[in-house]
């Protein structure tokens, strides 16, 4: 499992000193962005007693994240780091972590919920992650689910971290063709704004409601027919 509990990074604060004719229209995005994820923090401390209310009535299956973040075991620490930078800095939340995945179930079950919950699969790609032909695989079902499915096309996502990143040279070549977010990139943050759009989310996670609706309708009939021949 991940350290979860490890400290937020939290956004600076607002220089006020800066001249405003002197920020670029990227910074200006940026800041705001800074500033709406500092406002939603405050919001989340004022309604914590609400949400604890409610929360032990919400089923955790219920729950559609932004991004599950799939990694080699050696990067669980990373990928919590890569989950609390994306959720803070960028108010990219809710996010997982394939770590954070329920304990005694199987990979396989485990790797299903997590891509089809999820809007967007990122790879962790460090030097561990050839070190594990696990990884590998996660990589490859999650680019054949992508396929299968419409609305998930575009949603994989290979990221190379600060720590430890994959040369791009060693990088399978599934996932050369695929552009990967770098972390130590200038422009870092303008592509994961243009990536994790809001608009993409609520589309997948409406088609997620419905699939999930869908079975439980075909469920509840199977039922039905179940104790119709009981009878």
């Known amino acids: 499992m991940g350290n979860t509990n490890s400290k937020r990074n939290l956004p600076p604060p607002p220089n006020n000193t ?12 940026f800041k705001q962005n800074h500033e709406l994820c500092g406002l939603s923090l405050d919001i989340e401390g004022i309604s914590t007693k ?5 929360s032990s009535d919400e089923d955790p299956e219920d729950v559609f994240y932004k991004f599950v973040i799939l990694h080699a075991q050696n990067d669980a620490d990373e990928a919590s780091r890569l ?9 990219i939340k ?10 005694g179930r199987h990979f396989l079950q485990n790797l299903n919920d997590a891509v089809n919950r999820s809007a967007w699969t990122i790879i962790l790609l460090t030097e561990h992650f050839l070190s594990e032909a696990w990884c590998e695989f996660q990589s490859y079902a999650s680019l054949m689910n992508a396929l299968n499915k419409q609305h998930k ?3 994989v996502i290979p990221l190379r971290p600060l720590n430890n990143p994959l040369p791009r040279e060693k990088t399978p070549c599934v996932l050369q063709a695929i552009n990967a977010l770098e972390e130590d990139s200038p422009g870092f943050a303008k592509q994961v704004e243009k990536i994790f759009q809001e608009s993409k989310y609520r ?11 869908q079975m439980r309708h075909t469920r509840a009939i199977g039922m039905m027919k179940d104790m119709h021949k009981d009878s």
């Open 94 to 103: 809710p996010g997982i972590i394939f770590a954070e995945m329920p304990s």
């Open 203 to 213: 589309q997948q996670q409406a088609m997620w409601k419905k699939e999930r609706e």
């Open 18 to 29: 800066e001249k405003g004719t002197n920020v670029s229209a990227g910074q200006r995005d």
């Open 83 to 91: 989950q609390h930078l994306l959720q803070n800095n960028f108010c």
């Open 153 to 155: 096309y575009n949603s």
């Open 50 to 54: 609400v949400s604890e209310i409610h």
